[in-house]
């Protein structure tokens, strides 16, 4: 089973080759073929020239996927969004890839009787309603365009894949939505509903069939009940010539488990030290895209950084503890460094005696061929070593590092140190926030004075107190499995401000390095300021709950389970009788319903890399949310 | 057909929707004759197919030119296709100037057509980049036949050469062979007069070159006396010749010959790196772009943001024209009042 993410881009490349399958098992065969033995096998696909049509739904899937040169390649030579003013370009066909929206629909036919393109190859993210696409056939037929229409697809492809392992459906506000108690059934329907339809799209796209386990009563619950009807549905309205190709015997389904943010609130506050956290914390990573703000003589500069899939650098790093990360940069500059004066003492002459007619030649192209991944990998350091120095500078302003060995040794403290911190004027109050909820959610009984005056410091440090409210009600009806989370966690803080030399060196070494990369040499005061913190190693719950789950261990024995490919006489309810589900699962689809966030999806990563043998675990979320973003959400959901 | 696939529901549906409003289908199918391919894309077309052909030939030599054993060797085969692909590559090299000439040339006329256009510009583009991809490709199999060739001939000369000693004996038995030297001229290279080898000592008797005949080594290729160093792409050319009653002579000329060789392949190779800075610049452009770069929303915004400015002062000059009006009533009434009074 390939990954969600390539399989998402074979979809892609499949429907800008007019949905000719052939064409991508060609291009994979030839890809494959340059790896063994140079050469490539010709082509044989004519490839036809043709312009891409998007909506903002598909220009997100499409950028996560291909890059411009990528889509030249398949043919697409002109891109354009679908609300822009198109000028006809007349005998070239048109790929539209949109969501089924009334008002897409209206566009296109509008498109149509202008006349604009040769012919029209209509993909719609997800199902296209039958009534919409009478629409659409009437409008063609008023304007007399209908044959012009080549194809209309169903991609099932409404989700975001941000990296091999993680999507993303792109929502805003979930969790607020699906708890408020002022949201209308009618709102939670349509959430619920536009999750399935995702999910269903996800499971599609895969070709497989999971068995579905999700906790029992809540969001989750009845998102899992629809998605299980909406499966079968499917296989029984289309017998034969379904989306799901039948697994071989012997081959392991995928368990999708769904999960419910309540389960969990504290892991979605925590400060985190791991590298792709800290830049989705930090730096508001957005759809693989980081914006950073920068000064420069008095300008405002923004800077786009995109983080690529091969990433090296990223891949490599994006769960390591940050101070590595920053240790890393320097040695991956220098190896670059290296190379480079390899490359030009091997290319270039230092003296005559080096004139050799035979290799001079030689090591030239050498050297040319080197050259454009040696300016690749220059880019990418100069990248990471932006952000690198941008999370430093955040992280001594806001002494996260502090907050951060708190929090993992956050069911030992007492009132006296949380309190010192809440009134410590240095540090910010969104910080401190954030820091008394994960104490409020890790520790079960808080004395009724304590409380009191945590209250009146959180008051005086100018937090607003919805959020608490709000989780005051949580807490006092659901049962939190937080406060496991943090047994065990002894030694967090390890003294690590003894290792203040590791970035001591670290500073030096960066110092030298940082001409070259083109960042200020001001760093090694940022630096001199953040301590080596090493992350103990801990499973967050919903890890917990996955482990459980794909190891077949009895603690998630009272988790709902469906499976959709049973025949429905069985009964639902019968099969969730342990004895059958009791073998373990290789991979797995991790869902939460209503926002997640890196850390857990470093977590489940970690988790999934640790055992004998590899387990395959996908992580996915309603929206890919920050902690501010969602401190946010529970603020509204408190101030009601 | 997969579920996915919904374009046969989709015009049953428009054609029942047509019966019903009793258009008849068959005007739809007039309609569509209509879209008459421009030049352009016919062109374009033409061009892509020629450029596919060329890969498949290009892939059948590098087959060819991969064999690496001396007696499955058929240089003919090769040399054909070589000249062949050549042909085809300045033939589609051509072809691209011109349509990108009339491209040019097409721009005045339409300056409203900016999509096109780039729609156009991004079409040349690809089939440069893929022409300069086959032909970079077609080099770097020359590459590999002249290694091939080179290993052959070392290992030939293993053979057809002992140490210098036995040389009078082993003449006697190439004497057939020695006698004509049958140049091959490296196929891919342009044709041109060649040059006798220079520095040739006056002591060689034989005429060596029959020169610019294309005669193919027909009789015992493999083994003859006259080895073909295949050239570069830039063409190239070299003879080397071996002679067996002149050993010294036949050193010399060799180590001559080796000289002229790796100064040629040199310079070929200086070419050829060349051209890839070439490619690199070109590909330098969209390297890493994604598509949401939001070039496209800001034109958008700026557009708008200009349409809104229009209005404004749309508005303020009805402003100051209703003002100007209101005055005038207002001096209008006061000339009045003061009439009256």
Redesign the interface.
Known sequence: MASLRQAQKDAVIAMLNFNNKDAVIQKKSAGLDVAIDGPKVPQLVETVWKVLVYDKAGQDIISQLLKVNELRENGVTVHMPLYTDRQPIPDVPAVYFVQPTPENVKRIADDLAKNLYESYYLNFTSHLPRALLEDLAAATVASNTSVQVSQVYDQYLNFISLEDRLFSLNFDQTYRLLNDAGSTDRVIDDVTERVVGSLFSVVATLGVIPIIRCPRGNAAASIATKLDQRIRDHIMNSRNNNLFSEPATGATRPVLILLDRNLDLASMLNHTWTYSTLVHDLLDLKLNRVVIETEDKGRKIKKQFDIDANDFFWNKNSGNPFPQVADDVNSEITRYKKDVDEVTKSSGLTSLEDVDPNSNAETLKYALTALPELTDRKRTLDMHMNLATTLFQIINERKLDAFFALEEAIGKQNKTTVLELLRDAEKSAEDKHRFFLVFYLSNDEIPKDDMAAYEVALAAAGVPNGALNYLKSVKSFIKMAAASTVAGTAGGQKDAMGSGDLFGSFRNKIAGTLDGAGVGSSLDSFISGVRNLLPTRKDLPSTRIVESIMEGTSDADDYLSFDPKASRTLGKQQQTSPSKLVKGHQSAIVFVVGGGNYLEYQNLQDYAARGAQKKRVTYGSTEIVTAKGFLEQLEVLGSR | ???????T???A??ES??QR?N?ASS???G??SQ????EF?KA??QI??EI?ST??K??SL?QLAKKKTLFDDRPTEINDLTLAIKADITKINRQIALLQQHQRSQQPQQP?????Q??ST??I??LQ?KLASTSS?FK??LELRTQNMKDQKSRRDQYTAPPTASASSSAAGYSLQGQQPTPQQSPFSIPQPQQPMFGLPPSTSSPLFSDGLRNRSTAGSSDSAVIDMGGMGGGSQQQLLMQSNNTATLEYIESRGQ?IE??E??IA??G??YS??TQ?LS?QR???????VNV??T??NV?SAHNELAKFLERLQGNRWLMIQVFGILVVFFMLFVIIS
Do not use: G, P, W, Y
């Open positions: 057909m997969t579920i996915r696939d919904r374009t529901e989709f015009h549906c428009a929707l047509s409003n258009v005007a739809l199918l309609q569509h879209h008459a391919k421009s894309t374009a077309s892509a197919r596919n890969m498949a290009l892939h590098t409203a057509a900016k999509q096109i780039e729609h991004n079409v583009t690809s980049t490709e770097s199999i000289a790796s100064i392949s040199t190779e200086l050829q790196i890839q800075f690199i590909q969209e390297m890493v772009q994604r598509i949401d496209m929303d034109e958008m557009v």
